[in-house]
């Protein structure tokens, strides 16, 4: 277990001479009104020169110069030749502040006497960029080292949407790239929903801006732009960034095997990116990640989990169930849900919560798009559970299944080589062999309010009579309770389900279902087509409990068996912040 590699990103280290304000990350993100507080004046002053793949043409011993500003109404920042938008200008580049993850300022440092010119002089680049070269460091970007001199370079790290080419970018803001063409209004016919919902499609793909600051004596101009962009960026999120360290955990049997490579070619280089400090570990063996969660004493080599502000784990969804058991079984684990925020990027078979905080985030679902949320560090609330069987109890996250789909589930283990594929064949033998289970089902419809979950009674005892409990006795073929809308990344089964809703919305098909109906409902699930269909409902409640008559199917926790016979559940309503942006 000491096998943990930890990784601080110094990329933003302070440089002397512009005073550690400009590349540290405190920020005071106290309002979202004071977000948009834009100091026009000072960046008016904060020249930037125009890159050349903007101007290939340029002279380099008399390069032009462009601003930043931003556009309130549209939110988003322009890069323009000019301030003045009532004139004309170029319109150079536009950036969401939405795809941004960091904004640093840092310093190229060159050899010889100070010139306009110097790009063929650079030294190194870090981030392997097309472009002019440029690295981190903290020397000072002054002649202080013979004949080396630094200049500033004011990077945006932002992750656009794919579909956007630099041209459609500018398009649905109503800006074209033009040369000398004033600032456009949408255009016509465009509205601004649809310019937004334009962007709300795609992955996202790697696209940062460098700007080179033109040399000036003051350098506080750049601190306060670089602050106030920031300030944009990230107006909500009251971790400081500097505070930000994860624990990354890597399953590197998930799947097709692809986390290593998933964390190297895209999470690592994104956290550091984004200036997220982090530590990782590959899990070595079966419930690893489960007993990593486990208090750590407080000499050894191991941070504990409360000393780190968010759990990423890359992986499928027995990594996520592994690490809220281990939660779950130490005594400080309300305090550890309080703080701790979670993340998954999906690397496994079915990838449920990946999938389920991307619909949600209106992100597809990449390796890539889950890393910007992580790096971009947005969070929201997410409902747990706590379910009980007759001798343990579990904290779950994603859905309970018992009777077709359970059966699926697990008996097609057998075929796991054949990835997704196998619940879809196992699912068809499933219908031609058709098996209906009986069992006492109960349950609490919600009420107005669901802030505060529902305390059950031990499970040997009998449920409340008088609190508006639901009792029934049936034969049933698919119960499947969820909390996500995803079980899996191509399975989007519970359409109604919320991330914070505080209700299971329970998928059930009784036992009167043919054949026949249940295989259309096998087909259209994935894809959420079975919700209007006959035979099909969607009770919501805050608790349940399932005492089942015909054994022989399985209780599915999370995709993981657990003990069988009956079980009860209740909601546990935002119980802990996971890497969305709802
Ligand atoms: N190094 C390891 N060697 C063997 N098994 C491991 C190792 N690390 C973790 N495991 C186990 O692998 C199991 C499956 O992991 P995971 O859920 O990440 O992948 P998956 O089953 O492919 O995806 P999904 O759960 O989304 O279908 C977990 O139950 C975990 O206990």
Redesign the pocket.
């Known amino acids: 277990m000491g096998n943990e590699s930890s990784k601080t990103s110094n990329l933003n280290a302070p440089l002397l001479s512009l005073q550690s304000d400009i590349c540290n990350n405190n920020m005071d993100h106290s309002s979202s009104t004071s977000a948009l507080e834009w100091p026009e004046e000072v960046a008016k002053r904060v020249k930037l020169i125009v890159p050349t793949k903007y101007d290939p043409y340029q002279d380099p011993e008399n390069p032009s110069l462009c601003y930043i500003r931003f556009d309130k109404e549209k939110k988003k920042f322009i890069v323009a030749s000019d301030f003045d938008t009532t004139t004309t200008q170029t319109i150079l580049d536009v950036v969401d502040p939405e795809d941004i993850i960091n904004i640093k300022v840092e310093i190229e440092l060159l050899t010889g006497a100070p010139t306009s010119r110097g790009q063929e002089e650079h030294i190194v680049r870090n981030d392997g960029e097309e472009g002019e070269q440029h690295r981190a460091t903290n020397e000072p970007p002054v002649d202080t080292l013979g004949d080396t001199y630094g200049r500033a370079i004011l990077s945006i790290f932002a992750y656009p949407k794919r579909n956007l080419s630099e041209e459609s970018i500018l398009n649905s803001c109503g800006m074209k790239r033009k040369p000398e063409e004033p600032f456009r209004e949408l255009s016509e016919g465009t509205t601004p929903e649809e310019a937004v919902k334009s962007q709300q499609l795609g992955h996202r793909h790697k696209h940062h801006r460098h700007f080179r600051v033109a040399p000036s004596e003051d350098m506080t101009d750049l601190s306060t732009l670089v602050q106030a962009m920031r300030r944009i960026v990230s107006p909500v999120d009251s971790t400081s960034l500097d505070e930000r360290r994860l624990l990354i955990i890597i399953?590197?049997?998930?799947?097709k095997k692809t986390?290593v490579d998933v964390y190297e070619k895209t999470v690592a280089p994104m956290l550091e990116e984004a200036s997220v400090s982090y530590d990782f570990f590959?899990?070595?063996?079966?419930?690893?990640?489960?007993e990593r969660m486990h208090q750590q004493p407080t000499n050894g080599e191991l941070r504990d989990i409360s000393d780190y502000s968010g759990i990423v784990?890359i992986?499928?969804?027995?990594?996520?169930?592994?690490i809220l058991q281990g939660i779950h079984s130490r005594p400080d684990a309300k305090e550890i849900l309080k703080n701790l925020k979670i993340g998954m990027v999906?690397?496994?078979?079915?990838?449920?919560l990946s999938a389920t905080l991307a619909h949600a985030s209106d992100e597809k679902f990449s390796p890539m798009d889950s890393a910007f949320m992580i790096a971009k560090g947005k969070t929201s609330a997410i409902d747990l559970s706590l379910y009980e069987t007759t001798n343990k109890s579990y904290l779950s996250f994603l859905t309970f299944s018992w009777a077709y789909i359970a059966d699926i589930d697990i008996e097609s283990e057998a075929i796991?080589f054949m990835g997704f594929l196998r619940f879809d064949l196992w699912g068809a033998l499933r219908v031609v062999t058709l098996r209906k289970y009986r069992a006492k089902f109960s349950y609490l419809p919600p009420t107005e309010d669901r802030s505060t979950g529902v305390t059950l009674p031990p499970l040997n005892q009998p449920l409340p009579t008088d609190e508006g409990w639901v009792y029934c006795e049936d034969d049933f073929v698919v119960f499947w309770a969820s909390q996500v809308t995803h079980a899996?990344e191509q399975m989007h089964h519970s359409p109604p389900s919320k991330i914070d809703d505080g209700v299971f919305n329970i998928f059930i098909v009784r036992g009167n279902v043919s054949r026949f109906r249940l295989a259309l409902i096998a087909l259209t699930m994935a894809h959420g087509g079975q919700v209007d269909m006959p035979c099909v409902e969607f009770i919501q409640c805050t608790a349940y409990r399932l005492e089942p008559i015909t054994m022989g199917s399985f209780n599915d926790l999370d995709?993981?068996v657990v003990e069988p016979g009956p079980i009860q559940a209740a909601v546990i309503p935002g119980a802990i912040q996971a890497f969305c942006n709802p």
């Open positions: 399953n590197p049997v998930s799947g986390a590959i899990t070595s063996y079966a419930r690893h990640a489960e784990s992986g499928g969804d027995g990594v996520v169930h592994e999906g690397a496994g078979t079915s990838n449920g796991r899996g995709g993981e």
